[in-house]
Nanobody
């Protein structure tokens, strides 16, 4: 059974930083792109960032450009999202997702996704 397990969320003050992790298990993710989404209360899930298998193609939502960095360790089947200069509007449940095609992830279409980790930014 495929599992994506997010961790690293928590409560942080505005201006602070967090690193989220997503560990994949249950199958090989060789060749798979990975991405992050978030969903705030009362809002739709939105794309945050995506990274292809080789790490040479990445995308970010305008809302996190310059503040977020996605990376991965393929040996550990883990993807990370480093967020800095956090703002209250970054408060959301953050989900990781995986798909063979990074463009699919950008469109919000993916084969696998996790249960999410809560990030709360206080002002």
């Amino acid at each position: 059974q495929v599992q994506l397990v997010e961790s690293g969320g928590g409560l942080v003050q505005a201006g602070g930083s967090l690193r989220l992790s997503c560990a994949a298990s249950g199958r090989t993710f060789n060749g798979y792109a990975m991405g992050w989404f978030r969903q705030a209360p009362g809002k739709e899930r939105e794309f945050v960032a995506a990274l292809n298998w080789s790490g040479d193609s990445e995308y970010y939502a305008d809302s996190v450009k310059g503040r977020g960095t996605i990376s991965r360790d393929n040996a550990k089947n883990t993807v990370y999202l480093q967020m800095s200069n956090l703002k209250p509007e970054d408060t959301a449940v953050y989900y990781c997702a995986s798909d063979e095609d990074i463009e699919s992830i950008r469109r919000g279409e993916y084969d696998y996704w996790g249960q999410g980790t809560q990030v709360t930014v206080s002002s």
